[in-house]
């Protein structure tokens, strides 16, 4: 399956101050509902003293991207105020694989439904433009462990098709690949026959 999707190309954020009210849109692109949750986690932590941290994310939940996951909350805000919002501007622009948290700092001035989701929309359109958006393929992780002597031929081959990899050198040689699935097949053929078949592949 090659079929590409919208996504933004790296983490960031945008802020800004309405009425006194600070909004701060975070944005990431993420792999799997797990780590969109990992990361509404870490930015509630790191904002615990926020007045609200609205989630909202939208994951292809499978390989067979047959399963969209979209998920938000109002987190304290009057309901339909701020993670519909949120999540509305992520469909409208048709991004996938994507998490966002806009932070709020009360500024002492209550903005009304209409306020807020115009900020709250606008914390994530602003975050998203400062990402970028990209196209991607879906991908998968391969996980390879070989001997030092296969590993130079096994590298060679990594880095000549573009991937991104971690190695960790120990006893034995192990990276951590990040595959398009349509080339997955293909990729662990290759490595095979590269090392007549002395490569452990999960």
């Given amino acids: 399956m090659s079929r590409t999707y919208r996504t933004v190309g790296e983490p960031a954020t945008a802020s800004f101050v309405v ?8 944005v990431r692109p993420v792999e799997s509902v797990e780590a969109a949750e ?4 870490a930015v509630t932590g790191e904002y615990a003293d926020a007045t609200h941290n609205v989630p909202a994310y939208r994951v292809r939940a499978d390989a067979d ?3 969209l996951r979209e998920y938000s909350s109002d987190e304290g805000e009057p309901s339909g105020s701020a ?3 949120a999540l509305n501007v ?3 622009r048709d ?3 994507v998490a966002v948290v806009v932070t709020r700092y009360y500024g002492g001035t209550n903005l009304g439904v209409g306020g807020l989701v115009r900020a709250y929309s606008r914390a994530v359109k602003e975050a998203v433009d400062e990402a970028g958006v990209v196209e991607e393929r879906p991908h998968e992780r391969i996980s390879i462990e070989l001997t030092y002597d296969d590993s130079g031929t096994v590298r060679g081959i990594l880095e000549s098709e573009g991937y991104q ?3 960790e050198y120990g006893e034995r040689v192990h990276f951590d690949v990040r595959v398009p699935i349509a080339e997955a097949a293909a990729f662990r053929d290759r490595l095979r026959s590269a090392t007549s078949g002395r490569v452990d592949l999960e």
């Fill in 19 to 26: 009425q006194g009210s600070e909004f701060i849109g975070h």
């Fill in 38 to 41: 990992a990361f509404v986690d």
């Fill in 65 to 67: 991207g047959d399963f």
């Fill in 83 to 85: 993670g519909k919002p």
């Fill in 90 to 92: 992520l469909a409208q």
């Fill in 95 to 97: 991004l996938e694989n």
């Fill in 165 to 167: 990899f971690d190695a």
